[in-house]
């Protein structure tokens, strides 16, 4: 796991606040069934920087700090 500095956390919280709109971009997880493109509403960001998300799939797969990631859309 990476670690993640108090400014980027803060960010990550003030750019992705709970009901934010998000697509899949890549996501390293060989489990998954998430693919780049999916979308999901953020639920909220923990202290390791986890974007945790509901996904419109049904899944609720975090996107990891430095593993993963997502962008913001607008619907």
């Not at 919280?13 to 693919?35: H, N």
């Amino acid at each position: 796991m990476k670690e993640i500095h108090i400014e980027i956390l803060e960010r990550l919280k003030k750019e992705f606040p709970s009901g934010t709109r998000v697509a899949l971009v890549k996501m390293d997880d060989p489990y998954s069934t998430l693919k780049a493109g999916d979308k999901g509403t953020v639920t909220g960001v923990d202290d390791i920087g986890t974007i945790h998300v509901n996904w419109d799939k049904g899944s609720s797969l975090g996107i990891a700090f430095g593993e993963d990631i997502c962008r913001k859309i607008t619907e």
